[in-house]
């Protein structure tokens, strides 16, 4: 992928060891200098802070046929002379280069008209955003799956009858949707999985020494600190604790969320973040590791580079986990309801083997099983992504019949897919097929009463084919 | 108020074009996108998201030299009536469930909507849920748009766009994904892939943009 690296002399001169490939006067102001660059893929821009109008930058790549949602700008500043870039650069470079294109759903306008001063609406050119994608062909909400919808902070999905309807208008981009997608259909082509990898990795092999990863919003700006690099994401609050320690394991000897208000966010999901940094704390002190290097304050000791490749995917989790316990010896255990990997218990005196989990596990962490005349429900704690679908769907959660609990459990993750409770099925008295459950025809007989005990020896023996024969 | 009728018209001229572009091609049909397309590219499409597409688009068409070889590809991928047509131009295909009859409500449906916003429909061959006949719709409210603008009645400017985003919400956005996904599998020549992609990449922006127009003038 042909990516080129273009900065405003003016920002270039407060970077005197980065060498771009090309540099404009005065580009901040007149990005349209970018036309005369030709076959250009993937471009990143070396902009002075407040100094640019970004609707004009994104018009100058659609000249020159590039996607600006795959544009990545770094602003410099005074403050830029204290810190070195090299890393950061090599970091945006490879993020560029992994920028896979774009929808056209993905763009998401901001603002298209300005108020004179003469009270006159004025057009504008519109800057544009990347909004979150769900592709059909991947996005389960048929099943039940609401987990975008439960995440959402600004309520801009809706589950209707299997589908979910998406308002972009509603929709602040903040991309929590895309990391808690259990399945990994929600799409941001500005920071996909591969992208930030490819950042973090490409930043830690450029640098000289030890350097820490920080996942800042898009809202903030870039901190010039020779030990730290910053990682723009939508907003930090989409971090998740697998990317915290992925980044260690990539040989980073820090890693941190920047919480949103830190960062100048106004979003105010601060929570989030601290959340996961807390988590990913709790997972090094398990396997003997300085906690401190995720405050974002100290740098500890390199893990060890990793060659694992997909570190950030949306099921990445239990290699993280199995890549960082074979790393340090150690063993981990840490409940923690941030965490994007959970254990489901199931009690047998409440469940009645219905079967709503099963078919509402997005990832097939719960699944069903025969075994002769015996029915089991079966979890796998490496495909369990914490997202409690299962608790919503089942009928007996007012008597505890299921519980999740987000658990990083190197033990769990170690161990096969077990059973986590089963029965019998009732066959049918007419045509001997298997129909239902008995704990869930005793439950019904149960809420029924005796009363209806008639119907109860009706419905309880025959199956549906057969009750009126 | 100019600049504003200017935009509207330019976003008129645009869906005139998709519009004329997704009929069966006639003998001067590329002499007339072209010279179209010459007028809309000095309109500085490439403030908006769909310029790349544009672009394309505008390279497909001032690189087809002879209207012969696009008819059959035309009449392959969208013949309407044709069995088994890949991509069938019509909303109701896409709206109406198979089996299940109803595109003739549907269609006094479409027209109804049409006489609520003022439309008549003239006599042409494409049916009332035509692409075309969609994009025409469209053309003929941001028209009145543009006039609202040049006149300096930012109300009528307003309802034309309240009808706008109404269209666009109930019809077009529903169903042109869908229509353009059925044509890009089908593999269209090159052509009618950027036909299909800018008709796809105009029409989502069109959907959101058009919501925040509106806002922003009744903000004021």
């Known amino acids: ?469 | 108020m100019l600049e504003l009728a200017e935009e509207a018209q330019t976003r008129q001229g645009l869906y005139r074009l998709a519009g004329e572009i997704l009929r069966p091609p006639a003998m001067d049909t590329l002499v007339l996108l072209g010279s179209a397309t010459e007028i809309m590219d000095s309109r500085g499409l490439e403030r908006f998201s769909y310029a790349m597409a544009w672009h394309r688009l505008v390279d497909a068409i001032t690189g087809s030299s002879s209207i012969g070889a696009l008819e059959p590809e035309y009449v392959r991928l969208f013949g309407v009536g044709v069995s088994g047509t890949p991509a069938t131009p019509t909303e109701s295909f896409y709206r109406i469930p198979k089996r299940k009859g109803g595109v003739g409500d549907f269609v006094a449906q479409l027209q109804s909507e049409y006489r609520h916003m003022g439309l008549s429909l003239a006599r042409t061959e494409e049916p009332p849920d035509h692409i075309s006949t969609e994009l025409d719709a469209m053309a003929c409210l941001t028209g009145a748009e543009a006039e609202a603008w040049r006149t300096g009645i930012p109300d009528e400017a307003y309802r034309s766009l309240e009808s706008q985003e109404l269209f666009l919400d109930r019809h077009l956005s529903v169903w042109v994904p869908l229509f353009v996904a059925r044509a890009k599998a089908a593999s269209p020549c090159p052509f009618y892939s950027a036909v299909v992609d800018f008709l796809h990449s105009f029409i989502v922006h069109e959907g959101s943009m058009v919501p925040i127009l509106r806002t922003e003038l009744a903000a004021t």
């Open chain 1, 1 to 469: 992928m042909n990516t080129v690296v273009v900065a405003c002399a003016a920002a270039g001169q407060l970077l005197p060891d980065v060498q771009p490939d090309f540099e404009f006067d005065d580009l901040c102001r007149t990005p349209n200098q970018l036309g005369v660059l030709g076959g250009v893929e993937r471009l990143v821009l070396i902009l002075q802070a407040g100094k640019y109008d970004l609707p004009e930058v994104q018009r100058a790549a659609r000249m020159i046929d590039v996607d600006p949602l795959g544009l990545q700008i770094i602003e410099v500043d005074e403050a830029s002379l204290n810190g070195s870039f090299q890393a950061d650069l090599a970091g945006v470079v490879a993020r560029a280069s992994k920028f896979e294109g774009s929808v056209p759903e993905h763009a998401k306008p901001l603002a298209a008209r300005v108020m004179t001063r003469r009270g006159f609406l004025r057009p504008l050119a519109p800057a544009y955003v990347a909004a979150p994608f769900i592709d059909p062909d991947i996005c389960v909400s048929s099943d039940g799956c609401m987990a975008c919808v439960e995440e959402c902070p600004r309520e801009a999905y809706e589950w209707r009858s299997g589908q979910i309807e998406y308002d972009m208008d509603v929709c602040v981009t903040c991309g929590r949707c895309v990391t808690v997608c259990p399945v990994g259909a929600i799409g941001d082509p500005s920071a996909t999985p591969a992208m930030l990898e490819a950042q973090v990795r490409a930043a830690v092999d450029a640098s000289a020494g030890p350097i820490g990863i920080r996942f800042v919003c898009s809202s903030g700006s870039m901190a010039a600190d020779a030990d730290w690099v910053d990682v723009v994401v939508p907003c930090s609050s989409m971090v998740t604790g697998t990317w915290i320690l992925g980044c260690l394991l990539l040989g980073a000897a820090g890693a941190t969320a920047v919480p949103c208000a830190q960062s100048g966010c106004s979003l105010g999901l601060d929570d989030r973040a601290i959340e996961v940094n807390d988590l990913a704390s709790a997972v090094l002190e398990d396997v003997g590791l300085d906690p401190q290097v995720v405050t974002g304050t100290s740098l500890g000791e390199i893990i060890g580079v990793s060659r694992v490749e997909g570190l950030f995917d949306h099921d990445a989790a239990p290699r993280v986990i199995e890549v960082l316990v074979s790393a340090t010896s150690g063993s981990i255990d840490v409940d923690d309801p941030a965490a994007d990997l959970g254990i489901v218990e199931i009690s047998s005196a409440a469940c009645t083997l219905c079967g709503q989990c099963v078919k509402t596990c997005p990832t097939d962490a719960l699944m069903e099983s025969f075994s002769g005349e015996e029915f089991s429900i079966t979890f796998d704690p490496r495909l369990c992504v914490n997202c409690s679908q299962c608790l919503r769907s089942c009928p007996e959660i007012v008597n505890g019949a299921i519980t999740v609990t987000g658990s990083y459990n190197s033990e769990a993750l170690a161990g096969d897919r077990r059973i986590l409770n089963g029965g019998q099925f009732v066959r049918c008295q007419v045509c001997g097929e298997e129909f239902a459950p008995m704990s869930m025809m005793s439950r019904i007989s149960e809420v029924l009463g005796p009363e209806f005990d008639a119907t109860m020896s009706v419905v309880g023996s025959r199956c549906l084919d057969c009750r009126g024969r």
